[in-house]
T-cell receptor, first 114, second 114 residues
Framework: GESVGLHLPTLSVQEGDNSIINCAYS??????FIWYKQESGKGPQFIID?????DKRQGQRVTVLLNKTVKHLSLQIAATQPGDSAVYFC?????????????FGTGTRLTIIP | DAGVTQSPTHLIKTRGQQVTLRCSPK?????VSWYQQALGQGPQFIFQ???????QRGNFPDRFSGHQFPNYSSELNVNALLLGDSALYLC?????????????FGPGTRLTVL
């Protein structure tokens, strides 16, 4: 089946700078996307989600952009902090499934350099 | 209010053995999903339980089975363990039909098969 993938496995960013994590998805039928943060020894933690009828959604210091034309998703983190260091996953879901059958990508490890 | 709890934290088994992992959902949640996360990979959906029945299932063999109890807690059973079953097993709970930030993951059980 189709799966979600990520462009970069690792990303290092200077503290205070903005970071952008990218994700490519291949299933054009997916209509719901979520970004998760996973710190060492913990389960994934919800960051932000977006539905396919939107192209941008903002949260606290985070913004998710969705480009359905090229099947691309990105997570922007503003003014990065040491606590942002973690592995970030995008996940997609097909219509009518919501959180039930999320398909996760491999993940990007974000390291914040002090 | 306790979040999602899982036990045990770590487990070591040998090939061919059977294992049972346990999950207690967040208070107020009645639905439990299980995911397998291999090292360096994103979580993969195993199955979801609601009203003590398996509602959705991912691409996992019948060696993987589960159960949900009247108090909404859940067990994941894996029979005839293979080396490839070594992974972090995550439990997530949510209210039925919940999406996005309504789903919470536990810290996982690290299973090592020797």
């Amino acid at each position: 089946g189709e799966s979600v993938g990520l462009h970069l496995p690792t990303l290092s960013v200077q503290e205070g700078d903005n970071s952008i994590i990218n994700c490519a998805y291949s299933n054009s039928a997916s209509d719901y996307f979520i970004w998760y943060k996973q710190e060492s020894g913990k389960g994934p933690q919800f960051i932000i989600d977006i539905r396919s009828n939107m192209d941008k959604r903002q949260g606290q210091r985070v913004t998710v952009l969705l480009n359905k034309t090229v099947k691309h998703l990105s997570l922007q983190i503003a003014a990065t902090q040491p606590g942002d260091s973690a592995v970030y996953f995008c996940a997609e879901s097909y219509p009518n499934f919501g959180n039930e059958k999320l398909t996760f990508g491999t993940g990007t490890r974000l390291t914040i350099i002090p | 209010d306790a979040g999602v709890t899982q036990s045990p934290t770590h487990l070591i088994k040998t090939r061919g053995q059977q294992v049972t992992l346990r999950c207690s959902p967040k208070s107020g949640h009645d639905t439990v999903s299980w995911y397998q996360q291999a090292l360096g990979q994103g979580p993969q959906f195993i199955f979801q339980y609601y009203e003590e029945e398996e509602r959705q299932r991912g691409n996992f063999p019948d060696r993987f089975s589960g159960h949900q109890f009247p108090n909404y807690s859940s067990e994941l059973n894996v029979n005839a363990l293979l080396l490839g079953d070594s992974a972090l097993y995550l439990c997530a709970s949510l209210p039925f039909g919940g999406v996005g930030n309504e789903q919470f993951f536990g810290p996982g059980t690290r299973l090592t098969v020797l």
